[in-house]
């Protein structure tokens, strides 16, 4: 009897370490569903995943919450997306910075933004500001370019070494041949209250932050670094104003990689769904970012081309974090 109890107790130890069984794909989502954020609460990215999470809980009939994990400019997080079961019920919203920038400049980045991940769409596309202080010497970039020439020394600010703003202004520098020395940040606060303060005259900024700064007359916009935004029309994009650049500065959705193709459609449907929802769509606008579906295998194959891009303006720069 007592051997009896003993084998009884160790079988149930052991079941319950076991992992549960696989769920039916066909049965999914059977409970919340976490999206788990790698930027600050109250951020545009936190906000973003929100304005998603809130809508797709509801086509998909099971609710989803936000798990916010801040750190290494966002990879910490990112990396526990892509160490997380891949059974559906961890999602999260990448950015250029965690899934395209960030493979280009960390030779020893702790995932694959490829391999490591489910792409399941693009959620929407933004622009970054080249902005400058109301009394700056040019008001476009052709202006900067003829500034530039005279022989003035140009710094310019960006939210950190590594970041989208710097590699922004890496590439006009690259396409027009102007050299303008980089003065990093920490964080884009600091950069935008310095701006104002006019301790430094040019910086490039998220376009969330740009916006109501350059509308109440705070600053002006001299480029937009990407398409043009919705919520700042009148600035020219740089391949508008004559320099050859046409990547798009995107957001997507992913999730862990192997996830099976049932659970894969069904949140991509939902997240397409989400995009097309009118409430959604005018809130993304209002912080500068123009909704657009793209297929997750589509999306996928533009960032493995965009991180081979990214990868040689970093090379030529020499942006590396170690």
């Known amino acids: 009897m007592m051997l009896r109890t003993v084998t009884l107790s160790f079988l149930a130890l052991l079941s319950a370490a076991l992992p549960s069984r696989a769920e039916d794909p066909a049965a999914y989502p059977t409970h919340k569903i976490r999206?788990?954020?790698?930027?600050?609460?109250g951020g545009g990215g936190d906000?973003?995943?929100?304005?998603?999470?809130?809508?797709?809980?509801?086509?998909?009939?099971?609710?989803?919450?936000?798990?916010?994990?801040t750190g290494a400019a966002g990879t910490l997080g990112t990396q526990m997306v892509a160490t997380s079961p891949?059974?559906?019920?961890?999602?999260?919203?990448?950015?250029?910075?965690?899934?395209?920038?960030?493979?280009?400049?960390?030779?020893?980045?702790?995932?694959?933004?490829?391999?490591?991940?489910?792409?399941?769409?693009?959620?929407?596309?933004?622009?970054i500001m080249l902005v400058a202080t109301k009394d700056f010497a040019a008001n476009d970039i052709k202006e900067l370019i003829a500034l530039a020439k005279k022989g003035q020394p140009i710094q310019y600010g960006s939210w950190g070494i590594g970041s989208t703003g710097q590699f922004c202004a890496e590439i006009l520098m690259?396409?027009?041949?102007?050299?303008m020395e980089h003065v990093p940040f920490n964080g884009i606060a600091k950069l935008a209250g310095d701006l104002l303060g006019g301790h430094i005259s040019l910086a490039t900024l998220d376009v969330a932050?740009?916006?109501?700064?350059?509308?109440?007359?705070s600053?002006?916009?001299?480029?937009?670094?990407?398409?043009?935004?919705?919520?700042?029309?009148d600035v020219a994009s740089y391949k508008e104003?004559?320099?050859?650049?046409?990547?798009?500065?995107?957001?997507?959705?992913?999730?862990?990689?192997?996830?099976?193709?049932p659970i894969a459609q069904k949140?991509?449907?939902?997240?397409?769904?989400?995009?097309?929802?009118?409430v959604v769509k005018d809130k993304l606008l209002a912080l500068g970012i123009t909704p657009q579906f793209v297929p997750g295998d589509e999306q996928r194959d533009i960032n493995a081309r965009d991180i081979a891009a990214w990868k040689q303006v970093a090379k030529d720069a020499g942006i590396e974090v170690k």
């Not at 999260?92 to 980045?109: D, E, Q, S």
């Not at 932050?209 to 007359?217: I, N, S």
């Open 35 to 41: 999206m788990l954020l790698p930027y600050a609460a």
């Open 47 to 69: 906000v973003v995943g929100r304005l998603l999470a809130d809508k797709m809980g509801k086509t998909l009939g099971q609710s989803i919450y936000i798990e916010n994990h």
């Open 86 to 127: 891949n059974d559906g019920y961890t999602i999260t919203v990448g950015g250029m910075t965690t899934h395209v920038l960030a493979p280009a400049i960390y030779p020893k980045l702790p995932y694959d933004s490829i391999k490591d991940f489910t792409t399941l769409g693009r959620v929407g596309v933004s622009a």
């Open 174 to 179: 690259q396409q027009t041949g102007i050299k």
């Open 209 to 217: 932050t740009a916006t109501p700064l350059v509308k109440d007359g």
């Open 219 to 233: 600053i002006k916009a001299l480029a937009a670094c990407g398409e043009r935004s919705p919520s700042l029309p």
């Open 241 to 261: 104003q004559g320099v050859p650049f046409d990547r798009s500065l995107s957001w997507a959705m992913y999730a862990p990689a192997g996830l099976a193709p």
């Open 267 to 278: 949140l991509q449907a939902a997240l397409k769904d989400a995009l097309g929802d009118a």
